[in-house]
């Protein structure tokens, strides 16, 4: 499975957009870039994924690169409540599961 | 509403017991997925199962057991073995769909004196 490349920490101002970028250079064509968020003491809660295109739903957009060797997560107007860690992850998944591979993320913090 | 429900939060036990955690979902999921986090770590995997009566060992699986006799339920084992068991422990599940996004449970903090 490929690894995936991320910042320890970010800051972000509250109302602003918060751009989180992940580098997965060896990324094969057939896996998948998942985006995951963990607030202390809680699981981790699913944002987005895409292979190749751009994603946009209600929580967020994905932006994969064309060669797909890095992608950025935007939450468009950070709020506190987006204080948490983000996980980018790839993964092709295999026969009826999908084996997640998580790192140590980037720890977000949304401030006032 | 539909979800994971994993119990209890938190659990202590002494060091020597067997302890096993409970995960319940009513998402008709057929896969589940048992995880591990420690302190400023990312997950790891301990075991999952892709249908009843079938799992399969993660990355990590000495020392746990799990068993899947129902669709809805998958319980994890932490046993004697497991030399370091204190950590957070998380329950997942997804469709059979190998490109399905896993839906967690908030855990339960496990810690052995």
């Known amino acids: 499975d490929a690894k995936t490349t991320q910042p320890t920490s970010m800051d972000c101002a509250e109302g602003r957009a918060a751009n989180l970028p992940c580098n997965h250079s060896?990324?094969?064509?057939?896996?998948?870039v998942y985006w995951y968020r963990q607030i202390h003491s809680q699981g981790p809660q699913y944002i987005i994924h895409?292979?190749?295109n751009n994603e946009t739903n209600e929580m967020a957009s994905l932006i994969i690169t064309e060669d797909r060797k890095s992608s950025t997560l935007i939450l468009p107007h950070a709020t506190l409540r987006d204080t948490a860690v983000y996980y980018c992850?790839?993964?092709?998944?295999?026969?009826?599961?999908?084996?997640?591979?998580f790192g140590a993320g980037t720890r977000l913090a949304v401030h006032p | 509403d539909g979800g994971i429900t994993q119990s209890p939060k938190y659990l202590f036990r002494k060091e020597g017991q067997n302890v096993t955690l409970s995960c319940e979902q009513n998402?008709?999921?057929?896969?589940m997925y048992w995880y591990r986090q420690d302190p400023g770590q990312g997950l790891r995997l301990i075991y999952y199962?892709?249908?009843?009566?079938?799992?399969q060992k993660g990355d990590i699986a000495e020392g746990y057991s799990v068993s899947r006799e129902k669709k809805e339920s998958f319980p994890l084992t932490v046993t004697s073995a497991q030399k370091n068991p204190t950590a957070f422990y998380l329950c997942?599940?997804?469709?059979?769909?190998?490109?399905?996004?896993?839906?967690f449970g908030n855990g339960t903090r496990l810690t052995v004196t």
């Open positions: 997942a599940s997804s469709i059979k769909d190998p490109n399905s996004p896993l839906h």
């Open positions: 060896t990324i094969s064509g057939n896996e998948y």
């Open positions: 895409g292979l190749k």
């Open positions: 992850i790839v993964s092709p998944g295999s026969g009826g599961y999908n084996k997640l591979i």
């Open positions: 998402l008709n999921h057929d896969a």
């Open positions: 199962s892709q249908i009843v009566n079938d799992f």
